[in-house]
């Protein structure tokens, strides 16, 4: 009767404990033991430019990224100018990763006479301050600093009453930008330039301040929108803030951005202090412009 | 009552060493790919998969985190994450399969084992059955696993565009390595 009994309790308590040890089965391990990780996001804009300022994105460490960016004449007679072509100014620019986090550039924009900014070389430092991210580190933006100085080289003629730091613009920025959806970016840039020649009523130093935007219409093309704000008062009569909407194509080592806008610079102060047409005009005012960019090397080991 | 008691915890204890035993996880783990261009080779690694094994059951659980994967250069591993395995939908790979003819297998064994684990691969959000031969070798209370085997793109629904001016090759050969050691709590 007792080795029955036994044999009962026996038989229950391995029954009992049983399910209790096999409960743990692999999927509930894999979600007990998985990593505590934090992941970046990555390819907030397609291109290092938004579309005429920056974007917080840089080429990545090691790489070296050619830049050619065009800004035609306006579409006011475009069969005569074939869209802006006759009036064209352009830069040539060279940008390298030392770090995934600090890039800089070089730049070299032509253009004189009628409308068009002062040939001028342009320098530039760019650093990640913080990466949006999310689990272990939550970041809910991605923010970049950038610094850049340029010089205008253009030959004044014998006569003209300047001094050399006429010939200077400074510019400071603040990119801060968040990937709020793998298609949906936007991006906010409190902006300072400097430059030291003006008009009597120009200002030197402008704060203005920049949104854009980003909207995947597939996986390697977007649309792109940019607007700066400056006050109209700083800037001087017949000056305008910038606006430009565009459209972004990436083709693996590629980056090709076409748009409009109604600035002719290359580089901030121009872009931002020196728009001499009202984007609302229209076609006397909207020009055709394209950024086309290349990467070479990057190899780490 | 004595007789009881024993019973009781010795039915606890047996039923614990009986089944914590044939639970294994990954202490290292390398997940390596290889695409070539006819311009240059693409090649990844990752080394943060985790997995478990039950050498009972064959039971065998892999997750791969996709952002893991690092490549040589920085903009193939945009282009990688962006634009073929949109991470960001589909932040992890995975592998569930049992190990077949469990029973037959003597994982303690210091020889190296060749044998076939049948399971689901979901990659960028696509599960395909997958049978893979792997090998196996036992040393020091280790377990080490090995495969090789090609996954078309197609498969998985990984697109490759046209227009690209460097295209990748239509398969990809997968290499990964894996040690486990028995789990513990």
């Known amino acids: 009767m007792s080795l029955i009994k036994n044999s009962i309790i026996t038989a229950l308590a391995v029954i009992l404990f049983l399910p209790y040890s096999y409960s743990q089965n692999l999927d509930s391990l894999m979600a007990k033991n998985a990593l505590e990780e934090t992941v970046y996001s990555t390819g907030t804009f397609k291109g290092t430019r938004l579309i005429n300022g920056h974007s917080v994105e840089s080429p990545g460490k090691g790489v070296w990224q050619v830049m050619f960016s065009h800004r035609f004449g306006t579409l006011e007679d475009p069969l005569y100018s074939f869209f802006g072509l006759d009036q064209a100014s352009v830069r040539f620019g060279l940008d390298y990763g030392i770090s995934d986090r600090l890039a800089l550039g070089i730049g070299r924009s032509s253009g004189l006479g009628g409308s068009l900014p002062p040939p001028t070389w342009d320098f530039y430092l760019k650093y990640k301050v913080l990466r949006q991210s999310s689990g272990v580190v939550n970041m809910p933006v991605s923010v970049s600093i950038m610094g850049a100085a340029a010089i205008n080289v253009e030959k004044w003629p014998a006569g003209l009453i300047r001094t050399d730091a006429d010939r200077y613009y400074y510019t400071g920025q603040i990119l801060i930008a968040r990937k709020f959806s ?109 950024n086309f960019t290349r990467v070479f090397g990057g190899k780490r080991k | 009552m004595m007789k009881l008691v024993f019973l009781f915890l010795f039915s606890v204890v047996a039923s614990t060493i009986a089944i914590a035993q044939p639970i294994y996880q990954t202490t290292a783990s390398t997940i390596s790919f290889h695409a070539g261009t006819p311009v240059e080779d693409i090649d990844a690694v990752n080394t943060k998969s985790l997995s478990f094994l039950n050498s009972k059951s064959g039971d065998v659980s892999i997750s791969i985190p996709v952002k893991d994967f690092h490549f040589k250069r920085p903009l193939m591993e945009e282009h990688f994450n962006e634009n073929y395995l949109e991470s960001g939908k589909y932040p992890k790979a995975e592998f569930k399969g049992k190990i077949n003819d469990v029973e037959k297998i003597d994982f303690t064994s210091a020889q190296k084992i060749e044998i076939t684990v049948t399971g689901m691969l979901t990659v960028h959000g696509i599960s395909k059955e997958r049978t893979l031969t792997v090998t196996f070798q036992h040393s020091d209370n280790k377990i080490q696993g090995e495969t090789k085997f090609d996954i078309a793109l197609a498969d998985h629904k990984i697109d490759r565009p046209k227009i690209l001016f460097t295209k990748i090759a239509e398969n990809v050969t997968v290499t990964a390595l894996f040690t486990y050691e028995p789990y513990k709590k």
């Open chain 1, 182 to 290: 793998e298609r949906f970016s936007l991006q906010l840039m409190p902006t300072f330039f400097h430059r030291n020649l003006v008009a009597p009523d120009q200002k030197q130093s402008i704060f203005s301040v920049g949104m854009g935007g980003r909207l995947k219409v597939s996986k390697r093309a977007a649309l792109t929108a940019e607007y700066y704000y400056s006050d109209p008062n700083s800037l001087g009569a017949g000056f305008y803030n910038p606006v430009s909407i565009g459209f972004d194509i990436e083709t693996g080592g590629h980056v090709f951005q076409i748009f409009l806008t109604n600035s002719t610079g290359l580089i901030e102060p121009q872009f931002l202090g020196r728009t001499e047409s009202n984007f609302f005009d229209g076609a006397k005012a909207v020009r055709l412009g394209f």
